[in-house]
């Protein structure tokens, strides 16, 4: 304000007369104000300018001040101050300015256009634009008309204006390319970029932005690199190459932070944060878009502000929170009720048109979309008239007009034809299910468009949280066109595929890298970059955990999520550079001979796979296959029916209800669930693989009941995540020099013997019986090593080469994080003080695990809950069944709920007596002799089903633990 303060003084006061004064010292500070300027020292350069300043006014000197209150101003400006340098800007454009030069006029009315720009006031901005454009006409500046040229497209590009922008775009481009101005030529050619992005020309752009970042490297600008860096990686975001947009759009978020400028961080923020939301993670999503919104509210932008309002509304709807979106749609409302950009009306139109859908009002719905429509075929808006006929696509087919509906969608789908991949997915599978419920094949071939789109994108990031989020959007139609293949043509063959095409695709991606040797193993001081990135991301979580201060809590999220967002961009640099990964062939899913030949006479495979109102089931046997589609009476929707059946199944077998009741509720669920070919061929069919979807990932098959029978008296039983990874996981029967590692974390807090769950280590139950547990185990094995006591810490276990033992057995806590699954883990100690020493925490989290190498026949993790964690649609469980997967281990044993620490020592006790029985007699000197040629067949059902079905018989004939609660939590996945 001091500086307003002063210009104010001077035109009251008439001091506009131009001196010819001699270099003074506030010539000397101009000029080091100049210097800093050009170093991108904002800070120092407004010092220089003020005291120039006040020493011209002590002068007298009118021009000289108000050169250097100009660039004050300016540097105010380019350092985020924007509404204090418009404020300066146009009390100067106040002045007398017939004796100033004509080259400073235009100057100060190129920079108000620009603030004026920056705070969204385009109209206004174009005013001084074009009076700066008749003085620069009137002196022939070319520079400067060039300059201007491209400054005026910007206002009406924001306005949706595009071909005016291109006109004065292709003007500023033919006179840069003339005079050699590659500095300038950066700046246009980031200009024709923007306006090209907008019509969804997203490839057609990506060569000009390409060539603006390759000058401005040259120029070596932090803050036009910020700007280059984070326009290229939204452009190969639409396009799908999502692994080469999280890069860059970590370049730009490191240079915007280091410049603390709030004008250009805040679309870093909002597009990493639309990335965050397209996968799925709305918690991360909603951090960036929080940190947007709030920095665009301190710089009063009204549209920017607006927008930011949207997108967490948006999120508010995806979570069926639609009075909370209501109110940020309000909200948004307030901010731009004076402004003039139709594009952003257009998107409000169809933003509420689509809540009210939700709410069932479809009057006010279609409303809404004419509006969107009529502004969205004037201005040419090609991506909101896409969304104006899928949104009348869904009116239509919601009244029950089906005709309609299929039109709609055809032109949203003829009109995306030209639009980057990411952009066309969802035309496709709209117009595949308008095609479907016309009862048209034509269905079935816009289906294959669609998953062809969907496979060209999901291999083209890495890391599981954007690989996994960006499929589970799609991975429901996969099961949708599934159940189409089943009721219309009756092909549970081609159901089959599409159901395991859409079953754990990452992991069966990531374990097929890491059959690569060369993928898998990095240089040391990558590994050791990897590994601190990931030890700082866990410190913080620590940390999380440990506070109880809101305040702190909020720091340390905002902190994670940078963190985070860094460690994955560090992950995709990794893919991208890989040489390997170039021509790598992602594994295609298994196909139905493949899995039949899998299976001997007595085995088949169960499968099931959820749609929004059904459950598709696959039964394959060696020589056959069915399909059905399950469809719970008086329950409109199929998945929202049995997610509250088997909660409460498990509630009932978990609070240790009567044997009566929980069979009579596993008797209907068996009656549901398994198929009659089934239950009728007990004499053929022992052996039953389960691959599980949806909530019936945590149903225990084995305690389903018919005629007062356990499922598990009748079958060996063992589960995966889809069929198509069997062939990925490791082999049994490895070479290793030890037997067993068994470690027993019995140190823990005083505790009532059902271990239970908490952030707090110290809150853990004492685990008297895992020492009992763990000699029991012991006595089968001649050569094992046991892990006990003060033995027991996450740095202990470490140094020992892991990859040395046939089976790993783990009696301790467990911690299972749904919503952080990289932070679901085992915790080894509670002695934070010792492991601090070697760097470690005591809590081997999933992301640490994935990373060990283990050569494990078995990994058993006879601790609460291990087998639970996030489901993803399509991707299953993100568990640490799955982390030890990665790792290597063959197969895990896991626990669906919280065990008893006494009966679980039996159980275990008999499990290991049985399994070193079955393991003689299934492996050998023959078959020992066959596997060191290479020429063994493991056999789908091998010794530790055959042990852990033993086992659970044993318990049921039991006469403390007979209860399904202590034998039924534990299953075997893997192979």
């Known amino acids: 304000m001091k500086a307003v303060l002063t210009i104010t003084f001077l035109i009251t006061f008439g001091f506009w ?85 004509t080259s400073l006029q235009i100057r100060l009315k190129n920079y108000i256009g620009l603030t004026l720009r920056r705070t969204e006031q385009y109209d206004e901005a174009r005013k001084y634009y074009l009076d700066a454009m008749k003085l620069a006409e009137g002196i022939s500046d070319s520079i400067v008309i060039a300059q201007l040229n491209n400054n005026i497209s910007y206002t009406y590009q924001n306005t949706g204006d595009y071909e005016t922008a291109l006109l004065h775009q292709q003007k500023a481009l033919e006179i840069y390319i003339a005079l050699g101005n590659d500095s300038r030529l950066s700046f246009v050619l980031n200009g024709i970029f923007l306006t090209m992005m907008e019509l969804g020309l997203h490839r057609q752009a990506e060569p000009y932005i390409r060539k603006s970042l390759e000058i401005r490297k040259k120029l070596e600008n932090p803050r036009l690199l910020d700007i280059a860096f984070h326009n290229l990686a939204w452009n190969l975001e639409r396009q799908g190459k999502r692994d080469s947009a999280i890069i860059y759009y970590q370049k730009s978020l490191e240079l915007s932070r280091m410049l603390e400028n709030p004008f250009e961080i805040t679309q870093t923020l909002e597009n990493i944060g639309s990335l965050y939301e397209r996968s799925g993670d709305f918690e991360n999503a909603l951090g960036y878009y929080n940190e947007a919104l709030t920095i665009n509210r301190e710089i009063n932008r009204p549209v920017s502000t607006a927008e930011g309002l949207f997108r967490i509304a948006r999120i508010a709807v995806k979570n069926n929170d639609l009075e909370n979106a209501t109110a940020f749609y309000n909200e948004a409302l307030e901010w731009v009720e004076d402004v003039n950009d139709p594009r952003f009306l257009t998107n409000l139109y169809l933003d509420f048109a689509n809540l009210e859908l939700l709410k069932g009002n479809n009057g006010k719905a279609k409303e809404y979309i004419s509006n969107a429509r009529n502004i969205a075929f004037e201005k040419e808006f090609q991506l909101q008239q896409v969304r104006s006929h899928n949104l009348l696509g869904e009116l239509y087919n919601i009244e029950g007009n089906l005709q309609l509906s299929l039109e709609e969608y055809k032109k949203a789908y003829k009109h995306s034809s030209s639009f980057a991949i990411t952009d066309r997915i969802s035309p496709s599978m709209n117009l595949a299910k308008a095609y479907n419920d016309a009862s048209s094949d034509s269905a079935f071939i816009f289906a294959e468009e669609a998953f062809s789109l969907i496979d060209s994108v999901r291999t083209n990031v890495a890391g599981l949280a954007f690989r996994s989020g960006f499929f589970s959007q799609h991975a429901g139609f996969y099961n949708e066109v599934a159940s189409w293949y089943i009721k219309r043509k009756n092909d549970p063959k081609k159901a089959f595929e599409l159901i395991e095409s859409a079953k754990a695709r990452v992991l069966m991606d990531e374990l097929a890298e890491a059959r690569e040797k060369e993928l898998s193993s990095l240089d040391e ?165 389960i691959i599980p979807g949806g909530a019936l990932t945590f149903l225990p098959f084995e305690t389903l009941s018919n005629n007062n029978r356990y499922l598990i008296e009748d079958f060996h039983i063992k589960y995966l995540p889809s069929a198509s990874i069997y ?171 919280s065990i008893y620490d006494r009966s679980t020592a039996d159980f275990m006790s008999e499990f290991y007596s049985m399994l070193k029985t079955h393991e003689s007699a299934d492996y050998g000197i023959m078959n020992r002799t066959l596997n060191w040629f290479g020429l063994y067949e493991h056999p789908l059902f091998d010794y530790k089903a055959k042990a852990l079905r033993d086992a659970k018989i044993s318990m049921i004939e039991h006469p ?15 192979k």
């Open 17 to 101: 007369q131009i001196l010819n004064a001699q270099a003074s010292q506030g010539d000397s500070l101009l000029v080091l104000g100049n210097e800093s300027y050009s170093n991108q020292d904002y800070d120092r350069a407004a010092r220089h300018y003020q005291k120039a300043m006040d020493l011209f006014l002590e002068e007298s000197d009118s021009l000289k001040w108000l050169e250097a209150s100009f660039e004050y101003a300016r540097t105010l400006n380019i350092s985020g101050s924007v509404n204090e340098a418009v404020e300066i800007f146009l009390t100067l454009d106040k002045t007398s300015l017939q004796q100033i030069p």
């Open 525 to 689: 001081s990558t590994l050791i970059k990897k590994q601190q990135k990931a030890k700082q991301i866990d410190r913080l979580y620590n940390q999380l955990s440990a506070t109880e201060s809101l305040t702190e809590k909020s720091a340390i999220r905002d902190e994670l999520k940078d963190l985070e967002f860094e460690y994955q961009s560090f992950l995709n640099e990794l893919h991208v550079s890989n040489v390997s990964l170039k021509d790598f062939k992602y594994p295609k899913p298994i196909t139905l001979q493949k899995a039949q030949d899998m299976l001997d006479s007595e085995s088949a495979i169960l499968e099931y796979a959820f749609t929004e109102e059904h459950v598709v089931r696959l039964l394959i046997t060696e020589d056959n296959i069915t399909g059905s589609i399950l469809m719970p009476e008086g329950s409109p929707k199929a998945k929202q029916y049995f997610t509250e059946k088997i909660r409460t199944y498990r509630e009932a077998i978990t609070s240790k209800a009567s044997v009566n009741e929980i069979q009579e509720i596993g008797a209907s669920l068996y009656t549901q669930l398994i198929p009659s070919e089934v239950s009728e061929s007990r004499s053929e069919i022992s052996n039953l693989l």
């Open 727 to 897: 062939s990925f996981i490791n082999n049994p029967h490895r070479t290793t020099n030890f037997e067993l590692l068994a470690l027993a974390g019995s140190g823990f807090e005083g505790g009532d013997g059902l271990t239970n769950q908490s952030s707090s280590q110290a809150s853990f139950a004492s685990l008297p019986s895992t020492l009992l547990e763990v000699d029991s185990i012991s006595v089968n094995f001649t050569n094992s090593r046991i892990l006990k006591n003060d033995d027991v810490t996450e740095a202990n276990l470490k140094s020992h080469d892991l990859s040395d033992f046939r089976f790993i057995h783990f009696a301790t806590h467990a911690e299972v994080n749904e919503s952080t699954p990289s932070q679901s883990g085992l915790l080894l100690s509670k002695k934070t003080d010792v492991e601090s020493l070697f760097g470690e925490d005591g809590f081997m989290n999933s992301r640490e695990i994935s990373g060990l190498k283990l050569n494990a026949d078995l990994v058993t993790l006879s601790a609460c809950n291990t087998g639970m964690g996030k489901i993803v649609t399509g991707e299953g469980l993100l568990g640490l069944q799955r982390s030890f997967l990665s790792a290597g281990a063959s197969s895990v044993m896991v626990s669906l709920w």
């Open 960 to 974: 403390y633990y007979s209860h399904p609660v202590y034998w039924a939590p534990f299953i075997l996945v893997g």
